[in-house]
């Protein structure tokens, strides 16, 4: 009898390899968070039907970790951040106020705008196009458009070399 041999699984990899249904098909979402330059500082996936605010508090974690120096010391740290209606919640808004960051995030349209916490900004809301140019960007890379990888860490590695392909065409043109 012949007997197959499972392979050891990562414990960094998720259950669904981040892959999932959702209106386009089956899909894969970037949580993108970048500088005011349009420099890609971290990512987080998720399977295509999850909200997005579901990927938010480990999004946060990788920024703290980023923008730190191995003595904990912060390097920069955010002010604001922009965010569709999906990442709309009053949960999102307290925490980030409480992280010292302003939410700039748009209501729902069935939602009262007078019961949130903090006032919307429509000048810098419009800054956040800077983020979708950068997903713009990184799905013109063929391997990130079109995902050929199968599982979720080495489709991280494909988004981590085109983000590195980034800073390579801004440092040295």
């Not at 960094?12 to 949580?31: M, V, W, Y």
Request: glycine share 6%; charged share 30%; net charge positive.
């Amino acid at each position: 009898m012949c007997r197959r041999r499972r392979k050891k699984k990562d414990p960094q990899e998720p259950e669904d390899h981040a892959l999932g249904r959702s209106r386009g098909g089956f899909s894969t979402k970037i949580h993108l968070v970048c500088d005011a330059c349009g420099c890609p500082i971290h990512f987080e996936l998720s399977a295509g039907q999850a909200q997005e605010n579901s990927s938010l508090v480990e999004l946060l974690n990788g920024i703290d970790n980023e923008l730190t120096t191995s003595n904990g010391d912060e390097i920069a740290w955010p002010i604001a951040i922009s965010g569709d209606k999906g990442y709309r919640s009053d949960w999102i808004d307290e925490m980030l106020l409480e992280m010292g960051i302003t939410p700039v995030i748009p209501s729902k349209k069935n939602e009262d705008r007078s019961t949130r916490a903090v006032k919307f900004d429509k000048e810098l809301y419009r800054q956040r196009n800077i983020v979708e140019r950068v997903i713009g960007w990184l799905k013109e890379c063929r391997c990130v458009f079109a995902r050929y990888e199968k599982t979720a860490i080495n489709f991280c590695g494909m988004v981590k070399m085109a983000m590195i392909h980034r800073y390579l065409k801004l440092l040295a043109p």
